[in-house]
């Protein structure tokens, strides 16, 4: 089945530093790759759509200038956090689009558990 | 994007068959109804997703009816390891919104 890989699995930092996280399909190509954001005791909230090559779809409400996302490749996407703050403290979580037939499923990391201190 | 409603929670018996509804009355025609599972502190799993027709994999069996408004996931034989939130979604291209799903316990 379609693997995908998320690193850090775990990670704290200091108030208004960045953190970098990579999110790969490992045995795959995915053209496009989702970014989530979970809190304690709720859903998935997607953030932005990213497309290998061209930049990012944000949701409303979503700061882009804060979540930086690049696609540099159609194995790897990655989610920097600019500048974090204790708010900002969840858990990341990207998916990556693979064919299913006639459909694209996405498929899932294992996500970021992100601490900011 | 269409959205979903599931229950809340519910509870079954170990060894018995989980039967998890999901309306999605404002479906349009080339959506697809998708389930996932999220066990606690990890990603999403992907279970089973269907456009029309009842589909059955080795994890799950998924009903859709008639109207394509509501469908079922059966687990067939649940374990202490299913114990999941389990999340309907309606999707098309890959984007979608995940509804609160429904918080499966099961229970030896």
């Known amino acids: 089945g379609a693997v995908v890989s998320q690193h850090p699995s775990r990670v704290i930092c200091k108030s208004g530093t960045s953190v970098k996280i990579e999110c790969r399909s490992l045995d795959f190509q995915a053209t496009t790759m989702f970014w989530y954001r979970q809190f304690p005791k709720q859903s998935l909230m997607l953030m932005a759509t990213s497309n290998e090559g061209s930049k990012a779809t944000y949701e409303q409400g979503v700061e882009k200038d804060k979540f930086l996302i690049n696609h540099a490749s159609l194995t790897l996407s990655t989610l920097t956090v600019t500048s974090a703050h204790p708010e900002d403290s969840s858990f990341y979580i990207c998916s990556a689009s693979a064919p299913s037939g006639r459909e694209e499923t996405q498929y899932f990391g294992p996500g970021t558990r992100l601490l900011v201190l | 994007d269409a959205k979903t409603t599931q229950p809340p929670s519910m509870d079954c018996a170990e060894g018995r068959a989980a039967n998890l509804p999901c309306n999605h009355s404002t479906i349009s025609g080339n959506e697809y109804v998708y389930w996932y599972r999220q066990i606690h502190s990890q990603g999403p799993q992907y279970i089973i997703h269907?456009?029309?027709n009842n589909e059955t994999n080795e994890m799950a069996s998924l009903i859709i009816t008639e109207d394509r408004k509501s469908s079922t996931l059966i687990l067939p034989h649940a374990t202490l390891r299913d114990t999941a939130v389990y999340y309907c979604i309606v999707m098309k291209a890959g984007k979608s919104t995940f509804g609160d799903g429904t918080t499966l316990t099961v229970k030896p």
């Open positions: 269907g456009l029309k």
